[in-house]
C-alpha cells in the first residue's frame, strides 16, 4: 500500500512570507491549501493553537481538516491566556483514513532546568489510524529545546514505540540535528525515512536565513513495516519551517 506521509511545524498559522516583521499575519486558510496541495495521507502538525486569541480563537486542527476534507484530532500540552482568555497550544493530526482512537500521552518536565533555554511542557499525540483495514499507531511529538526536555522525550518515546501492538510512524518537529545522539533510542527501533534523501545537507528550518542557522529538525520515522521510497523538503515561505514528506510503502 502507497502512502504518502507529512510532518508539519505549522507555526500557529502565522505567515511569515513577508519576513518576522510583526504584528504577524495568521493565515489557516493559506495552511490549508498548501497541506491540500500535498494531498498526503496523513499529516502531522507542530505548534499548533486551540481557541487563542492570537489566532483568531479557532480550533486549528478542526478548521483545517473542515477546509481539507480530512479527519482530525488535537492534543495539548498548555494552557496560555492571550487578552484574558484561556487556549491550548500543541500538536495536531490530519488524516485522510479513519482516526479510530486517539490518546494523550505526557512527557514529564526535566526536574532541574540548568540550561539558558525556553522550557515548556510537551506531549505526544498517539493516532490509531486504520490504512484500509491495517492500524498503524502514528506518534507526533514537538521535542523541547532543552537537552533535559528532548531526553525525557525520547524516553517515552521509545517506550511507546516498543508498546505498541502495530506499525508504527513517528513524526514530528524533535529540535536535534542527524547527528544527535539524543535520537538513538529511536533509530534502534525504526527506520528515519531521510536516510534516503539524496543530499543530506538539506534543512527543514528555517524557511528564512533571518530566522536562524540553518538545520534539519523535523522527522519522519517509520517501522520494519514500511519501505521508504523517496522523501522531499517542501521548499516554501509560509511557516519558519519547511514541510518534510516521505514517499512509503507499507507492506504487511
Known amino acids: 500500500m502507497k502512502l504518502k506521509l507529512m510532518t508539519y511545524n505549522i507555526a500557529a498559522t502565522r505567515d511569515f512570507g513577508k519576513g518576522t516583521g510583526k504584528p504577524f499575519e495568521y493565515s489557516v486558510g493559506k495552511y490549508a491549501e498548501t497541506i491540500k496541495e500535498q494531498a498526503p495521507d496523513i499529516c502531522g502538525l507542530n505548534e ?13 486542527t478542526q478548521v483545517l481538516g473542515d477546509l481539507i476534507g480530512y479527519e482530525n ?29 486517539v490518546r494523550i500521552c505526557p512527557i514529564p518536565d526535566p526536574l532541574t ?21 491495517v492500524d498503524v499507531d502514528v506518534f507526533v511529538s514537538h521535542f523541547g529545546l532543552a537537552k533535559a526536555e528532548r ?13 505498541s501492538e502495530h506499525p508504527v510512524i513517528v513524526m514530528g518537529d524533535f529540535n536535534a540535528q542527524p547527528n544527535d545522539p539524543v535520537l538513538d533510542p529511536i533509530r534502534e527501533l525504526l527506520s528515519d525515512t531521510f536516510d534516503v534523501y539524496p543530499d543530506q545537507n538539506a534543512i527543514t528550518f528555517p524557511t528564512n536565513p533571518e530566522f536562524g542557522p540553518d538545520q534539519k529538525i523535523d522527522y519522519i520515522f517509520v517501522s520494519k513495516e514500511f519501505k521508504t ?7 516554501k515561505q509560509l511557516s519558519d519551517h519547511r514541510a518534510y514528506v516521505a514517499n512509503v510503502e507499507l507492506n504487511v
Open 113 to 133: 532546568r540548568d540550561e539558558d533555554v525556553y522550557y515548556e511542557t510537551r506531549v505526544i499525540l498517539n493516532a490509531l489510524v486504520d490504512f484500509n483495514g
Open 151 to 163: 531526553a525525557n522525550a525520547v524516553k517515552i518515546m521509545a517506550e511507546l514505540i516498543k508498546d
Open 73 to 101: 484530532a488535537f492534543a495539548p500540552a498548555v494552557t496560555w491566556l492571550y487578552g484574558g482568555k484561556p487556549g491550548n497550544y500543541g500538536n495536531g493530526f490530519l488524516s485522510k483514513h479513519h482516526i479510530k482512537n
Open 48 to 60: 499548533v493553537d486551540y481557541m487563542l486569541v492570537r489566532s483568531g480563537r479557532i480550533k486549528t
Open 229 to 235: 521510497e523517496s522523501v522531499e523538503i517542501i521548499n
